[in-house]
């Protein structure tokens, strides 16, 4: 089988408001392993992207300044609109993993927790530096989520 036609494994990131955690691993996810994984991201009461989250993801090189926020249940019509289901969802706040919604054909549902980028304090660099460790946190914890599969 030529690997055009190997399906990639669909995975939903899920956070409060996918404004930046679920936002930052769906881009590390594809960064990392976009041809094996298929992911995309979405929140339980979406709002704004944060432009930390953007400004942190640019430093490793990765564009998510164009990413729109959107509801679970958008994200599931989505890929049923195309027939299709996620495999995965990884809840990556405390909050979406009390409210997040049945994903119907899911096989596999995992709860990371991740400092929320939302409700960082302090001068601008001393943010910056609080986002940049929830970036790295979330990269260390797919990079080995990945070695597992």
């Not at 991201?41 to 990413?67: T, W």
């Not at 495999?87 to 549902?109: E, N, R």
Request: proline share 5%.
């Amino acid at each position: 089988m030529s690997s055009a036609t190997v399906e990639k494994t669909r995975v939903l990131f899920v956070c409060g408001q996918n404004s930046a955690r679920s936002q930052m691993a769906e881009a590390l996810l594809d960064h990392l392993a976009g041809d094996r994984y298929e992911a995309r991201s979405a929140g339980i009461e979406p709002a704004p992207i944060n432009p930390l989250a953007v400004a942190v993801m640019a430093e490793r090189g990765i564009d998510i300044s164009q990413k729109r926020t959107k509801l679970v249940a958008e994200a599931v019509a989505e890929l049923a609109a195309q027939g299709r289901q996620f495999d995965v969802v990884i809840t990556v706040c405390s909050k979406a993993a009390g409210l997040c919604p049945f994903v119907p054909g899911v096989q596999v549902t995992e709860r990371w927790s991740f400092d929320d980028p939302g409700t960082v304090d302090g001068m601008p660099e001393e943010q910056l530096s609080k986002v940049r460790a929830v970036r790295d946190d979330i990269e260390a914890a797919i990079t080995a989520w990945l070695a597992g599969r």
